[in-house]
C-alpha cells in the first residue's frame, strides 16, 4: 500500500492551467521554420513593365508584383518562434491537476521498482498484458534512468518510458495509463512540495 499525497494527486483540477501548459508544450515543438517569399525577397526586375497611359490596359509597376504569375506572396508566414513563457507555479498546478484527474479516472498505477537482466522487448510487453493494457496508451514513470528498461521498450508501440522529474501535464493526459514506480512517487511529491 502506498499513501498518495493528497495535495498532489487529489486536488481540485485547474483545467485552464491545463489548457495553458499543454499549449505552451505544442507550440515549443513547433520548429517555426514556414518561409514565403515577399515582394522584397523575390528576384526580377523593377522597371516599369510599359508606360503608365495609352495602352489601353492596368497601369503595372513591377514584374514582382502579386497578381502576376511567378510574383511575390502578400503577408506569407515567415520563419518565427512560437514559444511562450508560463509561470513554474501555474505548470505545478497543471500536472497537480493532470495527476488528479488520473487518479480520479483510475487512470494511475503503482508498481514495484523493477529492472531487467538484460534488455529483451519480450520481457517488457509482458507487463501491459499483466496489466490489461494491451492496446492502450501507456506511461511508465521511473525514478532514474535504467538503459536495459528504455531498450525493451523503445520498440513497442504505445508503451513510453519517462524520468519522474521529467514528468509533464502533455505526456500525463496523452497516456490512456499511468505506471509509476514507488521510487518515482517519491521523486513527484518531493519535486511539487518545494
Do not use: C, W
Not at 513591377?62 to 502576376?68: D, E, Q, V, Y
Not at 520481457?123 to 535504467?146: A, C, Y
Amino acid at each position: 500500500m502506498v499513501a498518495l499525497d493528497d495535495t498532489i494527486f487529489a486536488i481540485e483540477p485547474n483545467d485552464h492551467a491545463i489548457y495553458l501548459d499543454v499549449k505552451q508544450h505544442l507550440a515549443n515543438q513547433r520548429q517555426g521554420t514556414h518561409s514565403t517569399k515577399e515582394k522584397s525577397i523575390i528576384s526580377g526586375s523593377t522597371k516599369k513593365l510599359h508606360k503608365q497611359k495609352g495602352t489601353g490596359g492596368s497601369r503595372k509597376g513591377s514584374i514582382k508584383n502579386p497578381l502576376f504569375r511567378g510574383g511575390a506572396r502578400i503577408f506569407g508566414p515567415l520563419p518565427r518562434d512560437y514559444s511562450f513563457k508560463l509561470n513554474k507555479k501555474l505548470k505545478k498546478l497543471a500536472r497537480k491537476s493532470a495527476l488528479s484527474y488520473k487518479v480520479k479516472d483510475k487512470g494511475l498505477t503503482i508498481v514495484e521498482d523493477f529492472s531487467f537482466e538484460a534488455p529483451k522487448t519480450k520481457n517488457f510487453s509482458e507487463l501491459p498484458k499483466n496489466f490489461q493494457l494491451t492496446g492502450k496508451k501507456t506511461l511508465l514513470v521511473i525514478h532514474q534512468p535504467d538503459e536495459k528498461l528504455i531498450l525493451s521498450s523503445r520498440n513497442l508501440k504505445r508503451v513510453k518510458i519517462l524520468m519522474a522529474s521529467d514528468l509533464n501535464t502533455y505526456e500525463i493526459l496523452e497516456a490512456n495509463q499511468l505506471l509509476i514506480t514507488e521510487s518515482s512517487i517519491k521523486e513527484i511529491e518531493k519535486i511539487h512540495q518545494k
